[in-house]
């Protein structure tokens, strides 16, 4: 007996106790219930069941019924163009800005750290601060797009079918190029200086530099960034309720808004965790490539 | 160097950059000042014509944001806490080994820090409703985000650890000092900071949680300031200058304290696991 309380105290024991305690409640408060979620797409559930844990086995049905749904292939449409167009916007802009910043000059760090502000702020009053921006007969987006002549008549962002989806996609943009670019500028300062120095004295112009070595030399980096905003992308929630609410008719809607629409709004337990084992299987294949391409970090 | 004023053209540069991508920050106070009728003025003064902070006791008091912050304030707490105290002891254990266990236990975190609140949240509300947790929403709410933010705290303060000289503690071990001696007294105390810095993140992360909170606490009285702000927020929202007004209330203490700590911030997070 007191040997155990030793290995507690001096051993094994105390790793054993310290990493335990926190994997038990991972799995609690995580692995639970992301298994729970699987075993209900398959179940029938309603708001009379919706207090058993055994109800009747509905196989695939549930699936089938989410299919079946009128707006499926807008939603998958919806998802696909907030995802890449939000990755896309955060990466080029996030590695542009990532890559300014690397010059030499007074308050570099400083002015790149306030980047950062957007990151740290509540996702939904990021939304609300959008929607006021993005409003369409007051908005000042509008107003400074009219200015230098880029559109002529007024735009409504959050109303108009054809650019819903785009309003929470700029504002998501806003939200995560600040991540995109911190990320990308550890990548950036762990490139040898010396390298550069060579292929200038080599003749290389600044286009192929970056071709040939800042590119490959980041390949890891930018697997890890795109994985990393594949999923954060797809975490992406409180926008959507701040700025579109999925609508009009829902040409905003992506699939993780769409999930909870259906649980929380609809009371359709079973079509929102079905929904979203649906798109889980989109984040584990992100995960999948994002784990690989830290692997070197993992084994440290 | 032949060109000396390189260096002053591109912090002017930065300086624009800066000013471009903080503006919607900057048309939040902004509009929080405006009068009623300036906000639908067409087109847009950039300046308030006659700046007006009277809207910030008011909404102060009409949207009972002293309720909703004191429970952001409750909620962040809780989630901060839960994930120091589990999240400090596994990732230091994490940083200490290597085996194929280690690899294990990170694979299964990082894992677990890539599902969406949407997909957790439906399983969490019906277990919590079977477990009669949910008669405890603020309490259910702290559960849930502790679980989403550990993750991403384990994996940072990881490398905080690593950063630790294992000799040090070695020689801790050498004088006679037990493992949780050695732990407290010389392994917290140089990771100090990084564990600061982790911890600081988890709170302003959480201090503007919102899906679990909306989905799972019914009770105005319960709410975080997040979920009071949804309830005028929505595509036909109109009272623009009381949600700046709510929205500058709610965040300008995490902008402050982001603005003081920015240096360690983003040291911290650039040394660490982000690599």
């Known amino acids: 007996m007191s040997r155990f309380f030793n290995s507690l105290r001096d051993g094994v024991g105390f790793d054993l106790i310290l990493v335990g305690a926190a994997l038990l ?29 055994i109800r009747p086995w509905a196989g695939f049905s549930n699936y089938v019924a989410v299919v079946q749904q009128p707006e499926f292939w807008l939603v998958t449409k919806n998802t696909l163009i907030f995802v890449f167009a939000s990755m896309g916007g955060q990466f080029i802009l996030g590695f542009a800005l990532a890559i300014f910043f690397a010059q030499k000059f007074p308050g570099a760090s400083t002015i790149r750290g306030l980047f950062l502000v957007s990151w740290v702020m509540p ?33 409504f ?24 670019m911190l990320l990308l500028s550890v990548g950036l300062a762990a490139i040898p200086r010396d390298l550069y120095e060579a292929a200038e004295l080599d003749g290389a112009n600044a286009f192929q530099r970056f071709w040939t070595i800042t590119l490959p030399m980041m390949r890891s980096t930018i697997g890890a960034v795109l994985s990393l905003g594949l999923i954060g992308t797809l975490q992406q929630f409180d926008l959507f309720p701040a700025i579109t609410e999925g609508g009009p008719a829902n040409t905003s809607t992506v699939a993780g808004y769409w999930s909870w629409q259906m649980s929380f709004q609809l009371y359709d337990f079973a079509k929102g965790a079905t929904i979203s084992v649906m798109m889980f299987l989109l984040v584990l294949f992100a995960s999948i490539i994002y784990v690989r391409s830290t692997r070197h970090e993992v084994r440290g | 160097m032949t060109r000396p004023y390189v260096p002053w053209l591109l912090l002017a540069l930065a300086l624009v950059l800066a000013a471009f991508y903080l503006f919607p920050l900057y048309w939040m106070y902004v509009t929080s000042l405006k009068t009623g009728s300036e906000i639908f003025a067409n087109p847009p003064t ?94 259910a709410v702290i559960l849930a985000a502790a679980a989403k933010s550990m993750p991403f705290f384990v994996v940072l303060v990881r490398a905080t650890f690593m950063s630790v000289p294992r000799e040090l503690e070695e020689a801790a071990l050498v004088d006679g000092n037990s493992r949780i001696g050695a732990f407290f007294s010389i392994v917290l105390p140089l990771a100090r900071n990084g564990i600061l810095v982790c911890a600081i993140l988890t709170f302003m992360g959480s201090f503007g949680e919102y899906i679990y909170s909306k989905s799972i606490i019914q009770d105005p009285g319960l709410q975080p300031a997040s979920v009071g702000l949804s309830g005028f927020l929505g595509p036909n929202s109109s009272d623009w200058n009381s949600i700046m007004a709510y929205s500058a209330i709610y965040v300008t203490p995490i902008l402050a304290v982001f603005v003081l700590l920015q240096r360690r911030i983003v040291s911290g997070l650039t040394s660490g696991a982000l690599k």
Do not use: H
Request: charged content about 10%; some cysteine.
């Open chain 1, 157 to 180: 962002w959050k109303s108009d079918p054809a650019f819903s989806i785009w309003a929470v996609v700029i504002a998501n943009i806003w939200l995560g190029l600040a991540f995109n």
């Open chain 2, 46 to 139: 950039f300046w308030p014509l006659a700046p007006d902070p009277s809207i910030y006791p008011a909404v102060w008091a009409r949207r009972t944001m002293a309720t909703f912050l004191g429970n952001s304030l409750f909620i962040a707490s809780g989630v901060t806490a839960i994930t120091v105290i589990f999240g400090t002891g596994c990732a230091y254990v994490l940083a200490r080994y290597r085996s194929v266990w280690v690899d294990v236990g990170l694979f299964l975190i990082l894992m677990l820090q890539v599902l969406p609140a949407s997909v957790m949240i439906t399983p969490l509300f019906v277990g919590f409703n079977q477990i009669g947790l949910l008669n405890f929403p603020r309490e």
């Open chain 1, 25 to 53: 409640f991972l799995l609690a408060l995580a692995g639970l219930p992301l298994v729970y979620n699987v075993l209900m797409s398959f179940q029938q559930v309603d708001m009379f069941t919706l207090g058993t844990l």
């Open chain 1, 123 to 155: 996702g939904l009053v990021v939304g609300a601060i959008w929607s006021w921006i993005l409003a369409g007969d007051f908005g000042v987006l509008n107003t400074v797009l009219k200015a230098v002549g880029l559109i002529d008549g007024t735009v």
